[in-house]
């Protein structure tokens, strides 16, 4: 049986296999989140208008586009969100299998820009000392802030 699907698979070619591994894999939406932070250590809060109201406030966080860099997106999500520039840092978190959806997470640094908030996505925003964050923060926000891994790893 294994010869015969090989046979198939390599009869197949390019654009064939493409839409068999399209059809037969998981799609993901790429959710990508900045933990920025100032010169003084602070790092920035956004409360989301779409978030649940127990808990609106979180980290700059976004979904990547076709193509783009995920690195790309935090700054991209940021400049949109707040009017903000960040330079984006190492690599924090990064995990599959939530539902439909990846998780990736970078530090950021703020680099310049004028806080302007877009009005649509955010209703408040904030620089908070990590010891000092507000209440109604999404918890695994928290742990990307605190350094901690948000699955308990």
């Known amino acids: 049986m294994k010869r015969i699907v090989a046979?198939?698979?390599?009869?197949?070619?390019?654009?064939?296999?493409?839409?068999?591994?399209?059809?037969?894999?998981?799609?993901?939406?790429?959710?990508?989140?900045?933990?920025?932070?100032?010169?003084?250590g602070r790092v920035l809060l956004l409360r989301h208008r779409m978030w649940p109201e127990d808990r609106q406030w979180?980290?700059?966080?976004?979904?990547?586009?076709?193509?783009?860099?995920f690195a790309?997106?935090?700054?991209?999500?940021?400049?949109?969100?707040?009017?903000?520039?960040?330079?984006?840092?190492?690599?924090?978190?990064?995990?599959?299998g939530y539902r439909l959806r990846a998780e990736v997470a970078y530090e950021a640094q703020l680099v310049g820009g004028e806080l302007k908030l877009d009005p649509f996505e955010i209703l408040e925003a904030g620089w908070f000392a990590p010891d000092d964050l507000p209440d109604g923060l999404q918890e695994s926000h928290q742990l990307l802030i605190l350094g901690e891994d948000p699955n308990g790893g």
Do not use: C, N
């Not at 197949?12 to 068999?20: E, F, K, T």
């Not at 979180?58 to 860099?69: D, H, N, R, V």
């Open 58 to 69: 979180g980290l700059p966080t976004g979904y990547a586009q076709a193509g783009e860099e």
């Open 7 to 40: 046979r198939v698979w390599r009869a197949l070619r390019g654009s064939w296999q493409w839409r068999v591994l399209w059809l037969a894999h998981s799609k993901f939406m790429i959710g990508v989140t900045g933990v920025v932070r100032d010169d003084q």
């Open 72 to 96: 790309a997106t935090i700054v991209r999500e940021v400049r949109e969100e707040t009017g903000l520039d960040v330079k984006a840092g190492r690599l924090v978190h990064l995990k599959s």
